[in-house]
Nanobody, 127 residues
C-alpha cells in the first residue's frame, strides 16, 4: 500500500508560479512511476505530466508543455510539479498518482494505469 499526500496548492495571480509536492510513503518509492492530473467539477480528470521510475523520462500535456516541470527526489520520497506562467485555465484540483510497474509510455497519460492516488490540492489562478 502507498499513501500519497499532495501539498503546495493555493491562490496565485496569472503569470505566477507554484510548486506542488507529492509525498509518498509505503512501498519502495524509487520503483514507482508518477503522474499528475487535474480536474474541474463535473469534468474528467485530465493528464498534466508524468515521470518514470528512473526519472529518465518525463511526459507532458501539450497545454502545459514549457510551463510545467515534473521532477522527483527519491531520497525524500517526493515528486514535484513546478507550475510557471500560470493561467486562469490552469485552475483545478491537482492529483498525484503512482504506478508500480513498468508500463508503456503511452499508459502514463491514462488514469487507468495508476494504482494509487492522493487526495488532491486546489490550485486557483486569478486573472
Amino acid at each position: 500500500q502507498v499513501q500519497l499526500v499532495e501539498s503546495g496548492g493555493g491562490l496565485v495571480q496569472a503569470g505566477g508560479s507554484l510548486r506542488l509536492s507529492c509525498a509518498a510513503s509505503g512501498r519502495t518509492f524509487s520503483r514507482y512511476g508518477f503522474g499528475w492530473f487535474r480536474q474541474l467539477p463535473g469534468q474528467e480528470r485530465e493528464f498534466v505530466g508524468a515521470i518514470t521510475w528512473s526519472g529518465g523520462n518525463t511526459y507532458y500535456a501539450d497545454s502545459v508543455k514549457g510551463r510545467f516541470t515534473i521532477s522527483r527526489d527519491n531520497a525524500k520520497n517526493t515528486v514535484y510539479l513546478q507550475l510557471n506562467t500560470l493561467k486562469p485555465e490552469d485552475t483545478a484540483v491537482y492529483y498525484c498518482a503512482a504506478v508500480f510497474s513498468v508500463v508503456p509510455s503511452s499508459s502514463y497519460y491514462s488514469t487507468h494505469a495508476y494504482d494509487y492516488w492522493g487526495q488532491g490540492t486546489q490550485v486557483t489562478v486569478s486573472s
